[in-house]
């Protein structure tokens, strides 16, 4: 039997899941490198009330405040959710879906709702980057093509977009950044 899915419902539900499989360095890598304000209680503060970041509890605040490396707690969880349902922006529902399944092998699950509005990459062409100025300077996860023109990139887009024929991205040096799913997860320019 199908089951209909939101694509915010599914996306929590993958995101869960990957943290239940995480190993601790992997967790304590992504709060270091994501959450810069680890040990800034004010920061903290300031973007939970901004919306940036999720609640969390002032107890794990004061934690975080008085412990110098993160630690990982029930609470830190949220923190590892929130990042990485936010990896998901932009994935199609179909790529979604096939999350969900995996997870959910006895059911059969159907993602609903809109793809979030995405830009295209000038490069591997994927709609993988935030859409009109809201892409400028993001990284494409698919080609590591930095969406601000040749300069920051060192290269023009003619040999970017050669060298992803050839490599996968943009440099070769590259590849170990490029997210080993980005080519299925978004759609493609027709």
């Known amino acids: 039997m199908k089951q209909h899915i939101d ?47 999720p609640k969390i509890s002032d107890n794990f605040i004061e934690l975080i405040h008085n412990t110098p490396n993160p630690i990982l707690t029930k609470e830190a969880e949220i923190l590892l959710v929130d990042y990485l349902t936010l990896k998901m922006k932009f994935a199609t529902n179909l790529y979604l879906q096939t999350k969900i399944d995996i997870i959910n092998y006895n059911t059969k699950n159907y993602v609903i709702g809109e793809d979030e509005i995405a830009g295209l990459c000038p490069c591997c ?25 040749d300069g920051p990139n060192h290269m023009t887009l003619e040999k970017a977009k050669s060298n992803f024929l050839k490599f996968g991205a943009i440099d070769e040096k590259f590849l170990k950044y490029i997210n080993k799913e980005a080519k299925v997860k978004y759609k493609k320019k027709l």
């Open 7 to 53: 694509r915010t419902e599914a996306k929590d539900i993958i995101a869960n899941n990957e943290v239940k499989n995480l190993p601790n360095e992997s967790k304590i890598q992504i709060l270091k490198e994501n959450y810069w304000w680890f040990n800034e209680k004010d920061t903290i503060n300031e973007s939970i009330e901004e919306g940036t970041y």
């Open 125 to 149: 062409e994927n709609y993988s980057i935030g859409y009109a100025e809201d892409g400028l300077w993001e990284i494409c996860p698919v080609c590591f093509w930095a969406n601000g023109g």
